[in-house]
């Protein structure tokens, strides 16, 4: 099974983006296998016409987990889950 895709989607200067960041890493320090991704609406049309007023969001393999605030212990699940460790 390939290693999950976490995918965080935001902008630079948005404070909750910078959040979602810091709880996104953290939670993969200790799932070195798992990859992320980070994309700005700024920088991608599609992206932001899709979730400018959702940001931050963070996909797991292209599915929305979550969006605005991430939770460590909901997305240590999901992640686990995705990778099948559940």
């Not at 989607?9 to 909750?16: D, F, R, T």
């Not at 990859?35 to 996909?59: K, N």
Request: aromatic share 4%; with cysteine.
């Amino acid at each position: 099974m390939p290693s999950p895709l976490v995918t965080l989607i935001g902008k630079p200067g948005c404070h909750l983006c910078d959040e979602a960041r810091a709880v996104v890493e953290t939670v993969l320090r200790d799932l070195p296998a798992v990859r992320m991704l980070e994309q700005s609406i700024l920088d991608d049309a599609e992206l932001h016409d899709r979730y400018w007023d959702e940001i931050p969001v963070v996909l797991i393999d292209g599915a929305v987990h979550t969006i605005y605030r991430v939770d460590e212990a909901r997305l240590r699940a999901a992640l686990a889950a995705a990778s099948g460790e559940d």
